[in-house]
């Protein structure tokens, strides 16, 4: 069986990424530093395999936390399974890794299985090491999103499973700002589809900010960045 495994890229960083990386958080001179390199190539130094343990090991999330390198994906038997996992492993050079814990959800009653699924990582203003994701609860060959959140204090022991967000969405990303944490869920229903953005001061109690976006449509996955004059990419 031909197994799907995850490897790490070492480039050639430029200054400022990796403080950047620490505090969770992404700033005006890291924009400034990115911007002064316009025209330059990054050097890929070495490829290394960093985990393989099951049949498929992909999506992933890194961060920096507490002085390591902290990376979050599914196990699984394939792509689309359901017998989905999280796995958190960590590395203090990016080159030897270890296992800091597996984040699952029990399968309720009426359900046949639950997959779990893509993995995000942040840091919170209280300096605790968030892993959102969201759960496929499949019945009947239908899947049906709930959205996560798991929080540890070391990177290893965790809390959680919390259920976040409207049942049937799934909110991808959390990003945090000025305390604040911010997320856009989707409805992955063929009949209506959307984003929404919410709010939360703790990462797993979210209120809805505004309308629906992109109604009709397939909004999809997204990533969020705030700059130090509150302006939000995404």
């Not at 130094?45 to 393989?52: A, F, G, T, Y």
């Not at 492993?89 to 699952?104: F, N, Y």
């Not at 969405?169 to 000025?178: A, D, G």
Request: aromatic letters at 12%; hydrophobic letters at 40%.
């Amino acid at each position: 069986m031909l197994r799907k495994s995850l490897y790490s890229a070492v480039l050639l960083l430029v200054t400022g990424l990796v403080g950047a990386a620490e505090n969770g958080n992404v700033n005006t001179r890291m924009i400034e530093d990115a911007k002064s390199v316009r025209g330059l190539s990054l050097e890929l130094l070495e490829v290394n395999r960093i985990w393989d343990k099951a049949s498929h090991n992909a999506f992933t999330d890194l961060i920096r936390f507490q002085g390591q390198w902290y990376c979050a994906f599914r196990e699984g038997s394939g792509h689309v399974s359901g017998n989905g996992m999280l796995r958190i492993i960590r590395s203090e050079d990016g080159k030897a890794w270890e296992s800091a814990g597996v984040l699952g959800y029990s399968v309720p009653d009426g359900y046949q299985a639950a997959d779990m699924r893509d993995a995000k990582l942040s840091i919170t203003p209280s300096g605790e090491l968030l892993a959102n994701a969201a759960v496929a609860l499949i019945r009947n060959g239908v899947r049906t999103h709930q959205s996560l959140s798991y929080f540890s204090s070391d990177g290893c022991a965790w809390r959680g499973p919390y259920e976040t967000g409207v049942f049937g969405e799934w909110m991808w990303r959390t990003v945090w700002h000025k305390g604040a944490a911010y997320n856009f869920g989707r409805l992955d229903d063929p009949s209506e589809t959307y984003l929404q953005l919410y709010q939360s001061k703790d990462g797993i109690r979210f209120e809805a900010l505004g309308p629906r976006y992109f109604e009709g449509v397939y909004p999809n996955e997204h990533h969020m960045v705030f700059t130090e004059d509150d302006t939000c990419y995404v």
